[in-house]
């Protein structure tokens, strides 16, 4: 049974920096590519980063140059190191799993960045 379990997010200050995990299982972790996404109130969800089995990552416009994704095979976990928050980076915040033919998703954790 596959399962994505997030960590990390909470209230964080404009300017400052937060790291998300997710840990995975239920799957052979190092062969897939992995994703974060997340979703604000009243939008639709989007692409925050993508990091293949090779390593090749992919970023959303509005997040490139501030955070990096990246994983540790041996921990079966997939991390987003987020950094010069914004206001409008305030979102929930989902890992995916692409496992062909299916997406795995995690349930989501709350990222606020507010004064």
């Known amino acids: 049974q596959v399962q994505l379990v997030e960590s990390g997010g909470g209230l964080v200050q404009p300017g400052g920096s937060l790291s998300l995990s997710c840990a995975a299982s239920?799957?052979?972790?190092?062969?897939?590519?992995m994703g974060w996404f997340r979703q604000a109130p009243g939008k639709q969800r989007e692409l925050v980063a993508t990091?293949?089995?090779?390593?090749?990552?992919n970023y959303g416009d509005s997040v490139k140059g501030r955070f990096t994704i990246s994983r540790d095979n041996a921990k079966n976990t997939v991390y987003l190191q987020m950094n010069s928050l914004k206001p409008e980076d305030t979102a929930v915040y989902y890992c995916?799993?692409?496992?062909?033919?299916?997406?795995?998703w995690g349930q989501g954790t709350q990222v606020t960045v507010s004064s």
């Open positions: 995916k799993g692409t496992i062909p033919p299916r997406e795995y």
């Open positions: 239920g799957f052979i972790f190092g062969i897939y590519t």
């Open positions: 990091i293949t089995s090779g390593g090749t990552t």
